[in-house]
């Protein structure tokens, strides 16, 4: 199966989802950016609100692309003890670094919110929401988050994911929804007729026209 593109792969997970329906609190994170436009349409055929959920990696000085850690927008933090110890990086400077990445976490999570509040996960059903999984690094830290936020149910959601990240996040939430679940996922944009890059404007549109929604109904 290939999704159209993300608002299509929303429409079809949605229909997957529709058992949480009449779930109470329930509540959609999408992670940005691609993310978003999935858990829009997610969010719009639950009747459920919808909020970002941002993530920022804390890489290795001079490793940047190595993580140590990870920050979310929310005060979540999520630490790589083994590279850590590893690499003999002390406390203080992770916790340097993760200052500033967080930062920058509340400054896009603040955009794509418009200003308004952030929604609590404390006893929610939470649906964790992204176009794809390949080795669900930030959706693991997406998982931790909420249940450092003490979240009633979590479930992530995705419309194709790798075999093995899926079975692996299945032991750390209530339920993995997945349509297509692969032995091979050479990357996520190969499931899609049309990937193109999501951008911060069309977060903050989606965003909008959700809350909207929901303060109108």
């Known amino acids: ?15 997957w989802l529709e058992g949480y329906r009449d779930a109470p609190d329930k509540l959609v994170l999408g992670i940005p ?8 349409e997610v969010a719009r055929a639950l009747n459920a609100p919808l909020e970002p959920f941002v993530v920022r990696k804390v890489g290795v000085p001079g490793q940047e692309e ?10 979540g933090v999520v630490r790589n003890e083994t590279v850590l110890r590893s690499l003999g990086i002390g406390g203080d400077v992770f916790d340097q670094l993760a200052k500033h990445e967080r930062r920058e976490a509340e400054r896009r999570a603040e955009r794509y919110r418009g200003g308004n509040e952030r929604l609590e996960l404390r006893g ?11 080795t669900g ?11 450092q936020e003490d979240a009633e149910k979590t479930v992530v959601a995705v419309p194709v994911a790798a075999r093995i990240t899926a079975n692996r996040l299945r032991t750390l939430v209530n339920e993995v929804v997945c349509i297509e679940e692969t032995d091979e996922l050479d990357g996520i944009g190969a499931w899609y007729e049309n990937f193109r890059q999501t951008t911060d404007e069309e977060v903050q549109r989606l965003m909008a026209e959700a809350r909207a929604r929901k303060n109108s109904a």
């Open 1 to 15: 199966m290939r999704f159209q593109d993300r608002h299509d792969a929303g429409r079809r997970l949605a229909a």
């Open 33 to 40: 950016r691609g993310g978003v436009v999935v858990a829009y």
């Open 66 to 75: 190595l993580a140590m850690g990870a920050v979310t927008a929310g005060g």
């Open 124 to 134: 929610r059903t939470v649906l964790l929401v992204d176009d794809g999984l390949a």
């Open 137 to 147: 690094a930030t959706m693991t830290t997406a998982v931790q988050f909420a249940f």
